[in-house]
C-alpha cells in the first residue's frame, strides 16, 4: 500500500512530458511516457537494468503498473482527494525531500572521484579503523546548557543516564537513556567521532558541536579494532567522506541562515 501510495505522489508530481519522451500508452487523455516509467525504477542498480531490458516480460509488467497507478491517480482525483489535507502534506513533504536531495547530490557528487576518496583515505586512515567505541551522549541546543551538564555529568554521584533522560533533545532517549550502544568511527558524524575517538574508557568530554546540537559523551567500552586497505572498503570510504562533505555542506548552510528555535516548545514536541 505505501508503495502504491508513494508511486500516486510521485506521478502527481512529474515533470511535464519532454517532446523527446515516447509515449508508451495512454490513460484517458493522459499519456504514459518512458521517462515517467524510467523515473519509478531510477535507484535499481545497473545490474537488474540490464536484466530488466532484456526481459520483455518485466518491461511490460513496469509500463502496466504505472498504468495502474495512473488509474488511481485519476480515481483520486475525480473523488476530490487533492483537496485532502493529507495529500497536501505527502506531497510537500515529497517535494522538501526532493529539493533538499537533488541540491545535496548536485554540490556533493562531483567531489567523490577516485583520487579525491584515495587522498580522503590516505589522510584520514585512523577514521576506517575497525576499532569499536561504546558511548552515551546529551544533545542540546545551547552550549551554555551543554557546559551546565557536563559539570553536573562529572560530579559525585551523577548518573549519567538520568541525566540525557532529563535533559536530551535525542528522539530515542527515553528508551536508549542516552547509549548509543558500539560503533565505529564512520557511524558518526566527524565532529561527534573525532571526540569519542580520543576518549578514554569512562571518560566525558564536551561541549561537542554538531549539526544536531551540542553534546556531552560519556565512553564506557573501547574494542580495538585495525585499518583495512582501501580497495577493501573503497565504498565504505565514499560513504564517509560523502556524509563528512554534506555534514560541512549543512553546517555552512545553517551558519547563514536566520534560525530560531523555541526550546520550551521542542521540549514537549511528541510524534
Same mark, same amino acid.
Given at each position: ?8 505522489? $510521485?506521478? $502527481? ?25 524510467? *523515473? ?11 536484466? /530488466? ?13 504505472? /498504468? ?32 533538499? *536531495?537533488?541540491f ?21 586512515k ?8 561504546? $558511548?552515551?551522549? /546529551? ?7 551543554a ?25 530515542s ?19 561527534? $567521532? ?7 574508557? !569512562?571518560?566525558?568530554? !564536551? ?14 567500552? /573501547?574494542?580495538? !579494532?585495525?585499518?583495512? !586497505? ?5 565504498q ?32 514537549t514536541?511528541?510524534?
Open positions: 500500500m505505501n508503495k502504491i501510495y508513494i508511486t500516486l505522489v $510521485a506521478l $502527481a508530481l512529474s515533470a511535464p512530458v519532454t517532446v523527446m519522451a515516447a509515449v508508451l500508452a495512454h490513460v484517458g487523455d493522459k499519456p504514459i511516457t518512458d521517462e515517467m516509467v524510467k *523515473s519509478e525504477y531510477d535507484t535499481i542498480s545497473g545490474d537488474q537494468k540490464k536484466s /530488466i531490458n532484456e526481459d520483455p516480460a518485466t518491461r511490460r509488467n513496469m509500463v502496466d503498473n504505472a /498504468i495502474n497507478a495512473e488509474i488511481l491517480v485519476q480515481a483520486a482525483k475525480k473523488a476530490g482527494f487533492e483537496k485532502d489535507e493529507e495529500y497536501r502534506h505527502a506531497v510537500d513533504r515529497f517535494e522538501r525531500q526532493f529539493l533538499a *536531495s537533488k545535496m547530490q548536485k554540490a556533493v557528487e562531483p567531489k567523490l572521484g577516485r583520487a579525491e576518496l584515495k587522498k580522503f583515505f590516505d589522510g584520514n585512523t577514521f576506517f579503523d575497525s576499532t569499536q567505541v561504546c $558511548a552515551m551522549h /546529551i544533545v542540546v541546543q545551547e552550549e551554555a546548557e557546559n551546565k551538564i557536563l559539570a553536573q555529568a562529572k560530579g559525585k554521584g551523577a548518573k549519567f543516564e538520568e541525566l540525557a533522560k532529563k535533559s536530551s533533545l535525542d528522539p532517549v527515553q528508551e536508549n537513556k542516552g547509549n548509543l550502544g558500539c560503533f565505529t568511527r564512520d557511524r558518526m558524524v566527524p565532529e561527534f $567521532a573525532a571526540t569519542a575517538f580520543n576518549m578514554r574508557k !569512562g571518560e566525558i568530554k !564536551g561541549p561537542v558541536h554538531t549539526m544536531y546540537g551540542y553534546h556531552v559523551i560519556k565512553v564506557y567500552d /573501547i574494542k580495538a !579494532g585495525k585499518v583495512p !586497505g582501501y580497495e577493501e572498503i573503497e565504505q570510504v565514499k560513504e564517509v567522506y560523502r556524509n563528512k562533505l554534506v555534514s560541512e555542506l549543512i553546517n555552512e548552510l545553517r551558519s547563514k541562515a536566520t534560525i530560531k528555535i523555541e526550546e520550551e516548545e521542542v521540549k514536541f511528541k510524534l
